[in-house]
């Protein structure tokens, strides 16, 4: 029976979005009767309660700053080599300067080649078989470079040459490739980037019999993605299961919870203005309290001033599961939490609110909604994204929960929501296993074309 093969180079501790992607994987993996076993960087130990194989192989640096798409730097293609050669001659000198600048071990070339190299040595260490699926979990298009150029390797180079080749390779695209601003020959040579490393796949006659698979966790970056020339295949995102949780009377305060650390792109800058449009309808008066994690160097910085009295952190030491505070309406988590304690928190939610940037999530998914969604915990979102169209996948505006187009709608949001809460927590209680069925990771494989290894298993 072959296995499946998971990779992340991104997993550097045991808490973050890539963990636990990585652990769902496996975990939906192992319950259609694969063996699993997980590559990440050499950072990352383990816990010895995990059930999970984990192999520290990768020693450099993310890959993610060199590609084409939202988050990347790079303005033009690269060959196998990460030489610039998509633009124009100007426009690949001009690249290739900006390279130079980049640390030695953050650069292009430098990253491709110990990438390749690392997955090759692996691979070859694994005894790979063309039994066996390999799976990229957070797949981009610079990183295909190095893909093609590691399977190229082991399938030329190796001992027993093909022998040490995947029979299958799935590659998982989550982060978007275009944004409104995004250059149209730019979101073209992403294409181009990301045909060509197939295309040399194809063309080695050592890995004749292994296969490409490329996915989107999202219909709208499968659409992205088409535009730009690219076949994918639009697959569930997986989240953890969690069972819906009680409906209770509640007579205080409905608890806001913001779950994960802030980014950029989820709304760190919007917070404090957020914050300050509800202190008097909302805080002051105890219709609701707010939970959000923020690092404890940057909270004062994050938070009005004129608020930090009405703060209450929350730290190691301090109980993080329960919502209440003796007096201050905004509960501050300071620290780190681990899967279980990070889980057991969304669960004192009663309002999911994402502040997220519109334009960055038109094609991206958040695996917070979808959790908090799992848990029957209505959401406000911003309009004009993903997270909007998953709301409004259970019924309009009003259903589960709203959408909002501007900052200044929230606190009025806010009262509609207090005033209909029962109702609409029991809207949301009552679609939350359709999410659980959608999302579950045996579904997320499933949709990838990896079929059960024994007839008898079957999926969530």
């Known amino acids: 029976m072959g296995r499946l ?28 009767g694969h063996n699993t076993e997980v590559a990440t960087h050499t950072s990352f130990r383990g816990s010895e309660e995990q059930t999970i194989r984990w192999s520290g192989m990768f020693t450099g ?8 798409g939202v988050d990347g730097r790079s303005r033009v293609g690269r060959d196998l080599d990460g030489q610039p050669i998509g633009g124009t001659r100007l426009q690949n000198l001009a690249q290739s300067i900006r390279d130079r600048f980049a640390p030695a071990d953050r650069r292009p070339k430098i990253l491709i080649k110990q990438w390749a190299s690392a997955l090759a040595q692996w691979l070859i260490q694994q005894s790979t078989t063309p039994d066996d699926t390999l799976v990229i979990n957070t797949g981009d298009d610079f990183q295909l470079l190095a893909l093609a150029r590691a399977l190229t390797t082991v399938g030329t180079n190796a001992p027993g040459n093909i022998q040490n080749a995947p029979g299958s390779v799935h590659v998982i695209f989550h982060f978007a490739i275009q944004q409104d601003n995004t250059p149209l020959d730019r979101l073209t040579q992403l294409g181009e980037q990301v045909n060509r490393a197939l295309s040399e796949i194809s063309q080695n006659s050592n890995l004749a019999a ?47 919870l913001l779950g994960g650390l802030p980014r950029r792109e989820k709304g760190t800058k919007s917070i404090s203005t957020f914050l300050s449009s509800i202190y008097e309808p909302h805080l002051l008066t105890h219709r609701y309290r707010v939970s959000l994690q923020l690092p404890l160097r940057k909270w ?24 209440e505070s003796p007096t201050q309406p905004l509960n501050v988590i300071t620290t780190v939490l681990g899967t279980s304690q990070y889980q057991d928190w969304l669960d004192t939610a009663e309002l999911g609110l994402f502040l997220y940037e519109p334009q960055r999530y038109v094609a991206r998914c958040s695996g917070v909604m979808l959790e908090l969604m799992m ?46 809460y029962e109702q609409l927590r029991l809207r949301a ?22 079929e059960p290894a024994l007839q008898s298993i079957k999926a969530a």
């Open 5 to 32: 093969l998971f990779v992340d180079d991104n997993i550097r501790s045991l808490d973050g979005h890539y963990f636990e992607l990585a652990t769902l994987l496996c975990e939906g993996a192992n319950r259609l």
């Open 61 to 68: 640096q993310r890959m993610l700053p060199w590609s084409l």
């Open 210 to 256: 292994t296969t490409i698979h490329l996915h989107a966790t999202t219909e709208p970056l499968a659409r992205q993605l088409q535009e730009a020339g690219v076949t994918v295949n639009a697959v569930p995102y997986p989240t953890r299961h969690r069972a819906p949780t009680r409906i209770e009377n509640k007579t205080d305060r409905l608890n806001i």
């Open 300 to 323: 004062k910085r994050i938070v009005p001033q004129n608020l930090h009295d009405d703060c209450h952190l929350r730290g190691m030491n301090t109980n993080i599961l329960t919502p």
């Open 375 to 420: 848990r029957g915990i209505p959401v406000l979102v911003p309009d004009r994204c993903w997270l909007a169209e998953q709301l409004r996948g259970a019924g309009p505006d009003g259903t589960i929960g709203y959408a909002y187009r501007s900052l200044d709608e929230i606190p009025d949001l806010l009262s509609t929501i207090a005033d209909d």
């Open 429 to 450: 209680h009552g679609y939350a296993q359709t999410i659980s069925n959608r999302h579950h990771p045996a579904q997320t494989l499933l949709a990838m074309g990896i």
